[in-house]
């Protein structure tokens, strides 16, 4: 697969186009940001265990019924993924109460919640990325109704089928984010499932094995992206 010109570089992943109109590169940078990039920084390594975490993840939910974008692995830090035209939401899927429901209704981090929690938030940097809801999407036409469906559904069995995934690997699924889109007419998982964008803790210490080691300054950020790639990979 020949890579070919750069379509858009995010903060942490570069997609380039290739010799086939409907497949991508996706790239895996070391780049860390926080806090709508107000914070940025670099994870040595993050890129390489991002793509193999990432693949894992994709590959065991494909597997059991979530079409995503993941195609295959190409190299260290690339992937072939089927080109999307991204919807512009990003959906939060929470187990337990941690970073932004803990201060907007005010509880402590760490509770567990009865039943899953469900969010969207507009895909906006200028907007710091808003809460949104329902009839927010309809009145911006993120989604339509069917394809609104396609996402609640995939997003929760992501949740059920990842909650299990990482409890028989001694991590507990507090929350995590993600991003859907078009592909010839369905509606795949796309973007990444990484340290990045989850928050994942150690079923018996409750330690922090993600991003937010690197948004709160808590250190060994490294050790810990290391540890999930050892625990959902080795
Ligand atoms: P939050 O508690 O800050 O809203 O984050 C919820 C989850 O979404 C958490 O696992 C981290 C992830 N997330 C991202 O992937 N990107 C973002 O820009 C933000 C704010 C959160």
């Known amino acids: 697969m020949e890579r070919r010109a750069k379509l858009y570089e995010g903060k942490a992943k570069i997609l380039y186009e290739t010799d086939d109109a409907d497949l991508l590169i996706q790239y895996f940078k070391d780049d860390a940001t926080a806090f709508n990039a107000a914070k940025r920084g670099t994870i040595v390594g993050k890129g390489v265990m991002n793509n193999r975490i990432a693949a894992t993840l994709f590959a065991h939910v494909a597997e059991h019924g979530v079409p995503t974008h993941f195609v295959k692995v190409l190299s260290e830090r690339e992937m072939l993924?089927?080109?999307?035209?991204?919807?512009?939401?990003?959906?939060?899927?929470?187990?337990?109460?941690?970073?932004?429901?803990?201060?907007?209704?005010?509880?402590?981090?760490?509770?567990?919640?009865?039943?899953?929690?469900?969010?969207?938030?507009?895909?906006?940097?200028?907007?710091?990325?808003?809460?949104?809801?329902?009839?927010?999407?309809?009145?911006?036409?993120?989604?339509?109704?069917?394809?609104?469906?396609?996402?609640?559904?995939?997003?929760?069995?992501?949740?059920?089928?990842?909650?299990?995934?990482?409890?028989?690997?001694?991590?507990?699924l507090v929350d995590f984010k993600l991003e859907f889109g078009r592909h010839k007419g369905q509606i795949l998982l796309g973007d990444e499932i990484t340290p990045d964008g989850c928050r994942l803790w150690d079923k018996v210490t409750r330690e922090k094995m993600d991003k937010d080691r690197f948004r709160r300054d808590l250190g060994r950020v490294e050790e810990a992206y290391a540890e999930v790639l050892r625990r959902v990979c080795g």
């Open 81 to 172: 993924v089927k080109r999307l035209q991204i919807i512009r939401i990003e959906v939060v899927v929470r187990n337990i109460v941690a970073g932004s429901l803990a201060k907007r209704l005010g509880l402590p981090e760490g509770q567990d919640l009865a039943e899953p929690v469900l969010e969207f938030f507009y895909k906006d940097d200028a907007l710091g990325d808003p809460l949104i809801n329902d009839s927010h999407i309809r009145m911006l036409n993120l989604a339509s109704g069917p394809e609104m469906e396609a996402i609640v559904d995939g997003a929760f069995r992501v949740n059920e089928l990842l909650k299990e995934y990482f409890d028989r690997r001694g991590i507990l």
